[in-house]
């Protein structure tokens, strides 16, 4: 079968592939330690699910504005006011069926072929996707491990040239958890300004910092307006599976992410909206708990990962993902198996620990595996303990 060409140019989500390959050897009856999984384990919190009851059974269960409902609209302009001083008018709002889908509609709104779109590496996985398959190329950036995997300037000026139509910033960072000082961040924004190209800042793990305090890029650097915004309920109200993110900034961009959103999507889900409304504008307390919670696993696993021979853990300031670093242990055999990279790593470890995780290599970094520790204590520690075990036994 001749598929379209934009098929080929996409690559499945390891994420993804990785959490079907821990159901699968959970539905064989093996018991499983994730630590693939991005999303929180917590459930969502109970005023957002009771304000979904009450949108179905008041029958707002139908098509909604291909943009979003008002109410929505008007939430997520008092939630960017409270938490991130920015001051967006309606027009410059966009609700969609998650981050994921208001990022790809971005992309798909201003990219496409003969542009480049930067990325920093390591990335997360779905960036370069939604770049190639606009038929624009990502262009690739290195990052700084030892400092929050901020740019390599030198590196992003150099690749900068007449056809660089966007830079892509995830301040927290999935996969590495990095966060960009303010000065990285309006370092990246001068450079940006004078090229006049598009910033596309990825803010969907912005509850999730843990040494300092948040800034939007847009709140940093308030004269560019070439930025867009990005944010979503999923990993700050534990509703993945809701399905609601927003895009805030230039409003013809806006508009014509919403003619697109408009002929394929329709409109986002209606009761998720009614429910996003009461999780933007609700009791925030469960946020500041899943946080706090989140927190102390940080501090467990890094400790436990600098604790193993071969393998090193930066602190991460953000998100809920550990990106140790295990150069130390290639060409070692583990288990019998030589080590050419993580995924070698990662795939002795599922294979003979159950313990799931996610190689670098679909991050860009060959050398670095991906912990998420949106999981329990229990399941860290047992995680953990069977990583020393096999580092222990190899040699
Ligand atoms: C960096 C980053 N951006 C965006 C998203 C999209 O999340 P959602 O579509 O659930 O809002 C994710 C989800 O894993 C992510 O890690």
């Known amino acids: 079968m001749k598929l379209a060409n934009r098929i080929h140019r996409i690559q499945p989500s390891a994420t993804l592939e990785m959490t079907a390959k821990a159901a699968e050897l959970k539905s064989k009856g093996v018991e499983v330690f994730n630590m693939s999984v991005g999303e929180p384990d917590f459930n969502t919190p109970s005023n957002i699910i009771n304000a979904a009851i009450e949108a179905m059974n008041s029958g707002h269960t139908r098509y909604t504005p291909g943009a979003g409902t008002q109410s929505l609209k008007h939430a997520i302009q008092q939630k960017l006011m409270r938490d991130n001083h920015l001051d967006y008018n309606l027009e410059e709002i966009i609700v969609s069926s998650g981050g994921k889908h208001s990022l790809y509609n971005a992309c798909q709104a201003l990219f496409q072929a003969g542009d480049e779109v930067i990325i920093f590496s390591p990335y997360w996985v779905s960036f370069p996707d939604f770049v190639s398959v606009t038929g624009a190329t990502p262009v690739f950036v290195k990052t700084n491990p030892t400092k929050q995997y901020e740019p390599i300037f030198d590196e992003l000026e150099s690749k900068i040239n007449s056809n660089t139509k966007g830079i892509i910033i995830n301040s927290p960072s999935n996969p590495t958890g990095g966060v960009w000082s303010d000065e990285a961040i309006k370092r990246t924004i001068d450079i940006a300004r004078s090229n006049n190209i598009w910033v596309f800042s990825d803010e969907c793990y912005e509850q999730l910092t843990y040494d300092l305090p948040f800034k939007s890029t847009y709140q940093l650097c308030p004269d560019?307006?070439?930025?867009?915004?990005?944010?979503?309920?999923?990993?700050?109200y534990a509703m993945t599976g809701w399905r609601i993110g927003y895009t805030c900034g230039n409003k013809d961009v806006i508009k014509a992410m919403s003619k697109l959103q408009g002929q394929s999507t329709s409109c986002p889900n209606s009761i998720a909206q009614f429910?996003?409304?009461?999780?933007?504008?609700?009791?925030?307390?469960?946020?500041?708990?899943?946080?706090?919670?989140?927190?102390?696993?940080?501090?467990?696993?890094?400790?436990?990962?600098?604790?193993?021979?071969?393998?090193?853990?930066?602190?991460?300031?953000?998100?809920?993902?550990?990106?140790?670093?295990?150069?130390?242990?290639?060409?070692?055999?583990?288990?019998?198996?030589?080590?050419?990279?993580?995924?070698?790593?990662?795939?002795?470890?599922?294979?003979?620990q159950s313990v799931v995780s996610v190689a670098g290599n679909s991050f860009g970094a060959n050398h670095n595996i991906r912990f998420s520790y949106a999981t329990s204590e229990d399941t860290i520690n047992e995680a953990m303990n069977r990583l020393e075990k096999i580092i222990l036994d190899c040699n």
């Open 224 to 236: 560019y307006d070439k930025i867009l915004t990005f944010q979503s309920c999923s990993k700050t």
């Open 275 to 352: 429910a996003a409304t009461e999780a933007l504008l609700g009791d925030q307390s469960s946020v500041k708990n899943m946080k706090a919670a989140f927190k102390i696993r940080r501090d467990l696993i890094v400790n436990r990962l600098n604790s193993m021979d071969g393998i090193s853990c930066d602190i991460p300031g953000g998100a809920f993902y550990v990106f140790p670093d295990i150069s130390n242990l290639i060409n070692r055999n583990v288990c019998g198996k030589i080590i050419k990279s993580a995924l070698d790593l990662c795939l002795v470890l599922l294979e003979s």
